[in-house]
């Protein structure tokens, strides 16, 4: 099921990138997720934005779906999850990209630290309240590891 919802919304960023004229130069998949790098052909501001909300609006889309259909269930979990998620202010992120078009490096960076700095309080909060999750643990430690390194 998450397999399939990651598919999808992969497919999301497609259709609008191809209806927009462009088209995938590269499709990597890879351990933190798939990656679609776009031809050369230059898209408007408006237009990239559109393709880089298209993934999360398919997630968003299959989860009130499935909600209206069947009262909701794990793929309504996963696909709200990973709309969420994709969309969170991170570089290798969907949002991160957002937020690189919307706002200035320095913008950027400040939030980019805040949030991992309230992610952090959050995870010390649940290790001391003895409810973490070794995949938020795990999920955290990818993307503050990405950050870093970059």
């Known amino acids: 099921m998450t397999l399939v919802s ?3 919304h992969e497919l999301g960023h497609l259709v609008l990138m191809t209806a927009f004229g462009s088209s995938p130069q590269e499709i990597v998949v890879y351990g933190g997720g798939i990656r679609i790098t776009p031809d050369n052909k230059q898209l408007s501001k408006n237009h990239e934005l559109a393709v ?3 993934g999360a609006a398919v997630n968003f889309a299959l989860c009130l779906l499935s909600y209206l259909t069947s009262g909701g269930g794990f793929f309504c979990q996963v696909n709200f999850l990973l ?3 994709n969309l969170l202010p991170f570089r290798y992120f969907d949002g991160g990209r957002i937020l690189v078009l919307l706002a200035d490096g320095k913008i950027c960076e400040l939030f980019r630290a805040v949030f991992i700095l309230l992610t952090a309080v959050a995870m010390i909060h649940m290790i001391l309240h003895g409810t973490v999750s070794i995949s938020f643990a795990a999920t955290f430690c990818f993307i503050v590891l990405s950050e870093v390194i970059y």
Do not use: K, P, T
Request: one cysteine or more; glycine letters at 22%; charged letters at 0%.
């Open 6 to 8: 990651c598919a999808l």
């Open 52 to 54: 880089l909300f298209g």
């Open 83 to 85: 709309g969420v998620l």
